[in-house]
């Protein structure tokens, strides 16, 4: 894991932790995955442990909760919106959430 500062990751960077954070991908810039729930509510509950972690780090992302899904979006805003080793620490805390 890369030491956790808000310093903007280059190409080879983000393409390196990429490799730690399974079923993420970097679209438009943003850290970016979809989890799958067989209720709403189950998305809700995840949701909430998310912001938890999130809060937890200090480091926020964008959620869109929707039925049976959940999109959690992010970027590093204290980086002018890069990607730092932040989203990818919080990625994974949200993998080990999901299961």
Partial sequence: MAELSYKKLDADGIAQELGTVPDWQV??????????FETYSSGVVFGVAVAHAADTL????DLMIGYGKVKVSMVTHDAGGGLTAYDFELARRINQISG
């Fill in 27 to 36: 679209i438009e810039g943003a850290l970016t995955r979809e989890f799958s």
């Fill in 58 to 61: 200090n480091h926020h992302p």
